[in-house]
Every structure is written in structure tokens, then in C-alpha cells.
């Protein structure tokens, strides 16, 4: 079955280290791939996207994330992280069935935690 | 633009009632969808409305039930309602299809049933 992981339900870490949000997935073919992000009393938000090209995509907020084909994951990374950047992440995969209508799997999110 | 907006915010309903909850997407987007967040179950998807077609739905019971009109504006109805579907509702717009346009979210609307 076509199937989106996101291992870590809660990530920590020190204000100005680089973060990782890890996201894998399990779908046949050529995935599209979405991160969103849900900050406190600010609802959810696009952050990125792949589609297809250059593995390494680029976001809001200094966000970004690599598509990695064989290891099947689209991990969301950022150099330094903020304070700010504490929130609740998701990750998002096409499924490239023709029968599924191309739906939206989602993954079941991951609370990353800045610590000043 | 006016971004996607979501009436009412919140909504107090009793067991056994229905529920009828309104979208309205970004100007020109044809795509809305639905999703219930709760803090267990995470974000679950309901269904995605395409020009005024259910284009996906989600493994939802068919209490729950959802329209677009024309003008790309939707309603989700819940009936009967259950202790179960205190949540919050969102909603959600796109360009196109939901698959490769990045979706708007609304606010939500906080239903808690008592």
C-alpha cells in the first residue's frame, strides 16, 4: 500500500543548529512531494514542493528539503535553526496510482521544538 | 487576496445534531478540500471538490458529506453527530488539483460536541 512516514513524532534541537525533518514514503512510480507547516494559531502553510528536477528544493522561511530516489525519502532541512521555526511539520506525497485520482497521502506530522 | 476563510470558527453541537460548515477559497482557485485535525488521529483527509466534483474522498462514513457550487465556495455537512467528531475542520484551496498545486489553508472551525 502506498504509504508516507514521517519516523519522529517530536524533534529537538538548540537554537542555531541545523534541523532535520525526516520524511520517507512508499509509492510506486514518480512521486510529487509537499512539506506544510502548522504554526501555533497561524493555521497551515505551504512550504515546498517536488515535482520533478533539481533533487535539492528550496522553500519559505529559509526552508529546504532533498528528494533522494533511492532511499525514498524527502527529508526537510534547514541550516540554523529559529525559535521561531518551532511547529508542527507535515509531509505529503502524490500517490501516482491513476485509480487513486492522484490523492494526497500525509504524513502524521512531526512537532519540531526550538530550545533557545 | 483575501485568503481562505471559514465560517463559523467555533461551534458548540449536541450528540445526534447536524452540522453544516462553509468555505470559501481564494479567488480563482477551483479546488477545495477538507481535512479533520484532531490530536490523536493527526490530519486526516475528507474529501477534495474539483469544479463541482467530489474528485477524492477519504475513509470517512457517509455522515459526513460535502458539496462545491459554482462559484467554487463549499459546505461540509456532518450529521448525526458523534462524541467522536469534536475536531477541528479545515479547509483548503488550490489553483488546480490538490496533487500538484500547493494548497491555502483556512483557519478551521473548532466543532466540539457535547
Known amino acids: 500500500a502506498q504509504s508516507v512516514a514521517q519516523p519522529e513524532d517530536q524533534v529537538n534541537v538548540a537554537e542555531g543548529n541545523p534541523l532535520t525533518v525526516k520524511c520517507t514514503y512508499s509509492?510506486?512510480?514518480?512521486?510529487?512531494l509537499f512539506w506544510y507547516v502548522q504554526y501555533p494559531n497561524r493555521g497551515l502553510q505551504f512550504l515546498l514542493k517536488y515535482i520533478t528536477g533539481d533533487n535539492l528544493v528550496k522553500g519559505s522561511y529559509g526552508f529546504e528539503a532533498e528528494f533522494n530516489k533511492s532511499q525514498t525519502s524527502f527529508h526537510l532541512k534547514k541550516p540554523s535553526a529559529l525559535v521561531s521555526d518551532s511547529a508542527l511539520y507535515f509531509c505529503a506525497v502524490r500517490d501516482p496510482a491513476p485509480d487513486s485520482n492522484y490523492q494526497l497521502i500525509w504524513g502524521a506530522g512531526t512537532k519540531l521544538i526550538i530550545k533557545p | 487576496k483575501a485568503g481562505v476563510t471559514q465560517t463559523p470558527r467555533y461551534l458548540i453541537k449536541t450528540r445526534g445534531q447536524q452540522v453544516t460548515l462553509s468555505c470559501s477559497p481564494i479567488s480563482g482557485h477551483r479546488s477545495v478540500s477538507w481535512y479533520q485535525q484532531t490530536p490523536g488521529q493527526g490530519l486526516q483527509f475528507l474529501f477534495e471538490?474539483?469544479?463541482?466534483?467530489?474528485?477524492n474522498k477519504g475513509n470517512f462514513p457517509g455522515r459526513f458529506s460535502g458539496r462545491q457550487f459554482s462559484n467554487s465556495r463549499s459546505e461540509m455537512n456532518v450529521s448525526t453527530l458523534e462524541l467522536g467528531d469534536s475536531a477541528l475542520y479545515l479547509c483548503a484551496s488550490a489553483q488546480g488539483t490538490t496533487s500538484s498545486y500547493e494548497q491555502y489553508f483556512g483557519p478551521g472551525t473548532r466543532l466540539t460536541v457535547t
Open positions: 509509492v510506486s512510480g514518480n512521486p510529487y
Open positions: 471538490y474539483f469544479s463541482e466534483t467530489q474528485r
